[in-house]
Every structure is written in structure tokens, then in C-alpha cells.
């Protein structure tokens, strides 16, 4: 699936941004190798073709990010970011480096062109302004002063990636930190302050992607009716968490075969929030068949039910280093002797030196402007099911559009920052 507008003044529900920072250190390699593509053109809905291969890598990666994480870890992240920022690089990589980029993001079939237009044509839908949602998806490339990246990998990242370039002064490590971090702060609404944190001396060029999102609830939830709550972090742990609670009908399905029940919260726009509950104890089952046949099953099972909805609000980062998962789904090259960014430059050979990326979410009970309004909801008569989020669920923001994964992850502890 692959899923991402603009304007919402005062109240928030959902706040979310992420970002990838890839750093690029002077290196000798080896050996340069073209990569040729021949030019195609792929019609409207070119993002498309890049959306099944971005979810399964998203998929992938959460696998990676799930057995490094310490138990009772929240995981967040935006498969949409770094798949961008990824495909950015790649669009400067040449031989075994592009070979692997590509082969990793699940671009196999594809070549660089098709890839290229296909972002141009998504970053132009997900920043299209929406009356009640405000998603900003962006890149930048941050040069080296004196350093001279090809004209033809420059016009790439504009003309595809919208990305803005400007040059920094990286001899001055303290003021270069503090451009970048204040660059990144502006982009993302303060809500990512501090992500450069150091980086190689050496280093030529940043490629940076963010991604900032903001939605209403299309039905808000009741301010009165949150209540402290036990939220079981595992068997043995719980924290007392902040429960908001709403009945009414939703989509909703419950896959007892694999043991989760499924429920889609939109927003006033194109996008939703799936919440994928495991039952209780079945945590690892769900997450070692979750895929994107999985979702896609789920989210074509969903039927309106009444439902009596328990979620926690709640206020979360997440934080991580992506060099050594990336090498281990195969992008081994870019960041060694052997990469090959000729695409990038001629002059200076280079390779990547980190790859890093942050995420925030926060969840509240509403996202609506000083207003008024009556609704009068007629429900069967009938017992409503009870949905009651107080474990470890998984949740992924979905913009419908383009069928992208803006964000997803798992929240073991609610109450952790």
C-alpha cells in the first residue's frame, strides 16, 4: 500500500514527523560503473510503481528494527522518508552501489528514471494542500562549500525530489551543526531539534528527507470521558496511562485466525490510522506474518461494527542509527572503499558515513478549531464490541492517494519518552 497536504490552525490530534540525514565522507574506490536508463514515461499515476516495493521494504525494515529493539521498546519510524532519502542516493550511485540500493529497496525491475519521475509525481501529490490535514514532505541537499557535485545529480534532486540545495561551511564543525539542526527544526515544526549531533570531518554532503504530518480526527473523541487507565507494557510491567474512550461505528475486523483485531480511525482528509492489536500474548505470531498482503487483506475485511473504543493518548520519539541494519539487507558498498557515487561526482570519490533518523508521534482526543455542532449517531441495538488498547498494539498512517506507509511502528509503553 502506499499513502500522504496542508493547513490546520490551533488544536492538533496526531502530530508526527520524521527524517533521514545520509552523510557523505570523501573516500578512494576502486572502480566506477554507469548505470544507463533509458527514459520512460509512466503516466499519472507514476508513485505507483515505487508503492509495493516501498511497503515491502517498509516491512523489512521493521523486522531489522524490531530484533535490535530492547523489550518493551516503542518502534517508529517513516518507511516513506527513508525510502526517499534512499532513493535520492541512488540516484547518484553507479554499478554494484546502485545494484544494491536498488536490490534492498525492491527496485530490481525498475531503472533510476522511472524511480525518479515516480517521486517527482508522489512529492507533488502529498504536499497538494488539504483543507483539514497539513502533511509536508521534503529534501534537502547540503554541500560542502567549495565542493562541486555533478550538475546533472543536482538537477535530479530538484527537479524530482524538490529538493533545495544549499552550501554549508563543515570546517566549522559547532556553527555547521547548528545550521543543519536549525534547518531541520524549521522543517519538521520543532518537533526534531536535534538530530546532527556530529559527523565525519571529511564530510561533502548531507542528503536530508522529512516528512511532518497533522490531521483531525474525523470523529474526535470526548475530552471527558479520558480516564487513568492500567496499560500492560508485558506479563509483568503496567503503566498508568491517560485512556480515551469513544463509542460509535467503525471500521473494524477481527482476524481470529491470526489472532489481531483491526480498526481504521480516519482523519479529515485522505489518510487514516490502522491500529493492528494482537491478542493478548501473541505479539511475535503477528509480527512475524506481518507483510503488506496482510494489511492489504485486512483493509479490504473491514466492515462498519459498533464499537466501544479504549485508546491511550499519548506522546512519543524514536531514535536510530540505520547503518548497520541497512548493510545487513544488503547495501554493503555505499559504505565502504568500494562504493561507487560517480553519478554524485567526478572529481572526489565518495561514500556514505551514517545514516540516521528520528521520529515523533503524539496522539490526542482532538484536532477541531473552536467550534459548535450537534450530531445525533443512531447505533443498533446491540451489545457494542469492546476494543480495548491497554497491550502492545502496531499502528500505521496511511495516505491513500498515492498508497503510501507515511508512518508506522509498534507501542509497547505509551508512557515512555
Request: with cysteine; aromatic share 10%.
Amino acid at each position: 500500500m502506499c499513502f500522504y497536504g496542508q493547513a490546520l490552525k490551533m488544536c492538533r490530534i496526531f502530530a508526527s514527523c520524521a527524517l533521514v540525514a545520509l552523510l557523505l565522507a570523501v573516500v578512494w574506490a576502486d572502480h566506477h560503473h554507469h548505470h544507463n536508463s533509458k527514459h520512460s514515461h509512466e503516466g499519472e499515476m507514476a508513485c505507483h510503481i515505487v508503492s509495493p516495493h516501498n511497503a515491502d521494504f517498509a516491512f523489512a525494515l521493521y523486522k531489522h528494527l524490531n530484533a535490535k529493539a530492547a523489550a518493551g521498546k516503542n518502534i517508529f519510524y517513516s518507511p516513506l522518508g527513508i525510502s526517499t532519502a534512499l532513493s535520492m542516493l541512488s540516484a547518484g550511485a553507479r554499478g554494484d552501489t546502485h545494484t544494491q540500493l536498488f536490490s534492498s529497496l525492491g527496485y530490481s525491475t525498475l531503472n533510476q528514471t522511472q524511480v525518479n519521475e515516480a517521486y517527482g509525481h508522489a512529492m507533488q501529490m502529498l504536499n497538494n494542500s488539504q483543507e483539514n490535514q497539513q502533511l509536508e514532505v521534503g529534501n534537502s541537499v547540503v554541500v560542502r562549500t567549495g565542493f562541486n557535485p555533478l550538475p546533472a545529480f543536482l538537477n535530479d534532486m530538484k527537479q524530482h525530489f524538490t529538493g533545495e540545495v544549499f552550501n554549508v561551511d563543515f570546517q566549522n564543525p559547532s556553527e555547521a551543526k547548528k545550521q543543519l539542526n536549525q534547518h531541520i527544526a524549521t522543517k519538521t515544526h520543532d518537533k526534531i531539534k536535534d538530530l546532527v549531533k556530529d559527523f565525519d570531518p571529511q564530510m561533502v554532503m548531507m542528503l536530508i528527507n522529512w516528512v511532518y504530518f497533522r490531521g483531525q480526527w474525523e470523529r474526535p473523541f470526548n475530552h471527558n470521558l479520558t480516564a487513568k487507565r492500567d496499560f500492560h507494557v508485558d506479563e509483568n510491567t503496567k503503566v498508568e496511562v491517560d485512556m480515551m474512550r469513544k463509542t460509535g461505528r467503525f471500521d473494524y475486523y477481527r482476524d481470529r485466525a491470526n489472532f489481531v483485531t483491526v480498526v481504521l480511525l480516519p482523519y479529515k482528509s485522505n489518510t487514516s490510522m490502522m491500529i493492528v492489536l494482537p491478542d493478548e500474548g501473541k505479539m511475535k505470531e503477528v509480527e512475524a506474518l506481518l507483510n503488506k498482503d496482510h494489511i492489504r487483506n485486512w483493509h479490504d475485511s473491514l466492515y462498519k461494527n459498533n464499537i466501544n473504543l479504549s485508546m491511550p493518548k499519548f506522546s512519543i520519539s524514536a531514535e536510530a542509527s540505520l547503518d548497520e541494519i541497512l548493510m545487513e539487507m544488503g547495501i554493503t558498498d555505499a559504505f565502504g572503499d568500494r562504493a561507487d557515487f560517480s553519478g554524485m561526482s567526478d572529481e572526489v570519490k565518495l561514500k556514505v558515513s551514517k545514516v540516521s533518523h528520528q521520529a515523533v508521534l503524539s496522539v490526542d482526543e482532538t484536532g477541531t478549531e473552536a467550534a459548535a455542532a450537534t450530531t445525533i449517531e443512531i447505533i443498533p441495538m446491540s451489545l457494542p464490541e469492546a476494543v480495548v488498547m491497554n497491550r502492545p498494539f502496531m499502528t500505521f498512517i496511511l495516505e491513500h492517494s498515492t498508497k503510501s506507509f507515511i508512518f508506522m511502528g509498534k507501542i509497547s509503553n505509551p508512557t515512555a519518552q
